[in-house]
C-alpha cells in the first residue's frame, strides 16, 4: 500500500503564491500517474492537475496559466506551485497517484484563500 503525504497549505491573501508538496511512503516503482484534485465544501472532488512519468501535464481550465505541477520520478514526489490565487482556490487539495488501475489519495491539505 502507498501511502501519500501533502503539505505546504495554508492561509494567503489573494493574488499570493503557495507551494504544495507531495511525498509517496516508498518509490518502489515509477507511479504512472500523480496529480492533485480538489474539493470544497459542499462541492464534488475535481481534477487540478496531472503529470505523467514523461512529464506529460493536463490542467484544469480553471489553473491554467497560474498552477505549475512538477514531479521527481526517482522519488515519486510531485509539488504544485499555485500562483495568482483566488478565492475561488479555496479548497482541501488532495494527492493522487495511479498506477496499475490503481488509485492512491493523501489525507488532503488546506488551502484558504482570503482578505
Known amino acids: 500500500q502507498v501511502q501519500l503525504v501533502e503539505s505546504g497549505g495554508g492561509l494567503v491573501q489573494p493574488g499570493g503564491s503557495l507551494r504544495l508538496s507531495c511525498a509517496a511512503s516508498?518509490?518502489?516503482?515509477?507511479?504512472?500517474?500523480m496529480g492533485w484534485y480538489r474539493q470544497a465544501p459542499g462541492k464534488q472532488r475535481e481534477l487540478v492537475a496531472t503529470i505523467t512519468s514523461g512529464g506529460r501535464t493536463n490542467y484544469a481550465d480553471s489553473v491554467k496559466g497560474r498552477f505549475t505541477i512538477s514531479r521527481d520520478n526517482t522519488k515519486n514526489t510531485v509539488d504544485l506551485q499555485m500562483n495568482s490565487l483566488k478565492p475561488e482556490d479555496t479548497a482541501v487539495y488532495f494527492c493522487h497517484a495511479n498506477h496499475l488501475a490503481v488509485a492512491y489519495w493523501g489525507q488532503g491539505t488546506q488551502v484558504t484563500v482570503s482578505s
Open positions: 516508498r518509490n518502489i516503482v515509477t507511479l504512472y500517474y
